[in-house]
């Protein structure tokens, strides 16, 4: 099925970011190199006008869109029917065709119903969990129908139903879209990063509002003191004509269940509305339509209203318990520091914070410090974040031969360590499979990095276990050896 029509394609209306990424992406296809390609933007610099950049700038046959959640399934299929604002801007010419669209809400069983579904199709929208609750024929027959499969909000791609699909499209295209390249528990995403644009040039661009950070210190009564002033700003706000909303973030469930009973108390005439994952579809849906009319101009949830949720009114956070992981919490931050083009009532975002856990990041400390300028410290804390990814995948990209089992992004070398003078400048780091035997090599062949002087390999030993004679029974130890090479000190 054909749509939108290629000669109708004009980048010249797209943001300096997603020019950028569209450039690099369809830049990187043109090399026949297969593998995930990652693309970073900040919140609120358009990863799903980027999106459909690509779908029509490549005239992609038919691609599946993996998001994280119900709600961001209903807001990218949504985007991807209209075009988005591409049409509008130019992008797309108005006459132009748009794409077919399937939101996949519920799993299906039959192979054929599932794959006539696909051929009728251009983008299929889903989430992990209908996926998961499709049968294993049906779910075969979406997947390999597309051609290409974009992830959203690509740091929790490491789950297994996303590796699973990921795994999926080896020797097809993928592209993962991000603005955190970095997954909550530390470890790395797999995938070449092919672009990544800087905050700072999101700020300077407008995507970003100020923002004001307030640490409200009270041992009597934390809460109190912190949702008074919260109130407060938000009262100004409304009085100065700004359309603003506030969200106080809580823990866990009882939590904000609490912090409703104190909102309630202090600021009756401003409906809080209660958002969390135990309340119904039909209790959700009601609560985020009271948001999105104004009725309620307060919300407080644990983290409903995170990833992907577009609503640029939200300028007031109210941090009765801050997220504790960098990722997490420069997202949550991106949710009331994005700018809406020609919004100019939108005003100013502010944080009031309660005194974070001393159990939060390390890297978050500098955020959370008296007087921080929040402008400054996120900024630098994202693109410190993002370019330790990068170089990391760089030097990652620089190892020859496939690891196999044992992915480099899963080693953890502990620092035993001796060190050799050679006799010359140069090493064979290809004499490991005569000092080891190659057929004690789990890792065959080696990972190798000559640019940066590594190599690294896991050998496998099997001896007689002491307590026995018998020739059938073994242990099986696994040992890890890291070599690196200074050429200019001929130390090995």
């Known amino acids: 099925m054909s749509y939108a029509g290629a000669l109708s394609f004009d980048e010249r209306g797209l943001r300096r970011a997603q020019r950028g990424a569209l450039h690099c992406v369809l830049g990187r296809w043109t090399t026949g190199r297969d593998g995930p390609l990652t693309v970073v933007l900040p919140t609120g ?26 709600h961001l399934r209903a807001q990218v299929a949504g985007k991807f029917e209209r075009l988005g604002i591409l049409q509008e801007i130019g992008v797309v010419q108005k006459d132009a065709l748009r794409p077919v ?6 799993g299906m069983v039959d192979a054929e119903e599932s794959g006539r579904l696909a051929r009728l199709c251009n983008v299929i929208v889903a989430t992990p969990s209908v ?7 049906a779910r075969a027959a979406i997947l390999d129908a597309c051609t290409h499969l974009f992830v959203d909000e690509a740091h929790h791609v490491e789950a297994s139903t996303w590796s699973y699909v990921r795994s999926w499209f080896d020797g097809r295209r993928v592209v993962q879209f991000t603005a955190t390249p970095f997954r909550e528990d530390g470890q790395h995403l797999v995938g070449e990063i092919v672009y990544a644009f800087p905050l700072r040039e999101a700020q300077e661009d407008g995507h970003f509002a100020s923002i004001n950070y307030v640490s409200v210190l009270d041992f009597a009564d934390p809460d109190r003191a912190l949702a008074s002033q919260a109130v407060a700003r938000l009262r100004a706000d409304l009085e100065a004509g700004l359309d603003h909303l506030l969200m106080a973030r809580a823990r866990s469930i009882p939590r904000s269940q609490e912090l409703l009973a104190l909102y309630q108390e202090i600021a009756p005439d401003l409906n809080p509305a209660l958002l969390n994952s135990r309340m119904g579809v039909t209790a959700k849906r009601k609560a985020l339509t009271a948001i999105r009319d104004r009725d309620s101009r307060i919300v407080i949830c644990v983290d409903m209203l995170g990833e992907g949720f577009d609503l640029p009114a939200l300028k007031i956070a109210a941090l009765h318990d801050p997220q504790k992981s960098l990722s997490v919490t420069l997202q949550f931050i991106g949710r009331f520091t994005r700018a809406q083009p020609g919004e100019a009532q939108l005003g100013q975002a502010w944080v009031f914070v309660s005194r974070p856990s001393a ?18 410290v996120v900024r630098n ?20 031969g496939p690891p196999g089992d044992v992915p480099l992004s899963n080693l953890q070398p502990k620092l035993s360590t001796v060190v050799y003078r050679g006799p010359t400048g140069f090493w064979k780091p290809g004499a490991l499979y005569d000092f080891f035997g190659a057929e004690n090599l ?27 004679d018998s020739r059938t029974l073994h242990d099986t130890t696994y040992e890890l050896y890291a070599l690196y090479f200074d050429q200019e000190r001929r130390l090995l």
């Not at 669209?101 to 519920?106: D, F, N, S």
């Not at 804390?381 to 620089?398: C, D, K, P, T, Y």
């Not at 890792?443 to 002491?466: K, Q, Y």
Request: aromatic content about 6%.
């Open 131 to 137: 996926l998961r609750a499709c049968s294993e024929s």
């Open 381 to 400: 804390l994202s693109e410190a974040a993002v370019q330790a990814e990068v170089q990391f995948n760089e030097f990652e990209a620089g190892f020859s």
């Open 442 to 468: 789990l890792t065959d062949p080696i990972g190798l990095n000559p640019r940066a002087g590594i190599a690294w390999c896991v050998v496998e030993r099997h001896t007689p276990v002491r307590w026995s």
């Open 359 to 376: 159990e939060l990041d390390t890297r978050l400390r500098s955020l959370y410090a008296e007087d921080a300028d929040w402008n400054i």
């Open 45 to 70: 610099t358009g990863k799903t006008e980027t999106m459909l950049a690509l779908l029509v700038a490549a005239q992609i046959p038919r691609l599946l869109v993996l998001v994280p959640s119900d």
């Open 101 to 106: 669209v399937a939101r996949m809400t519920k």
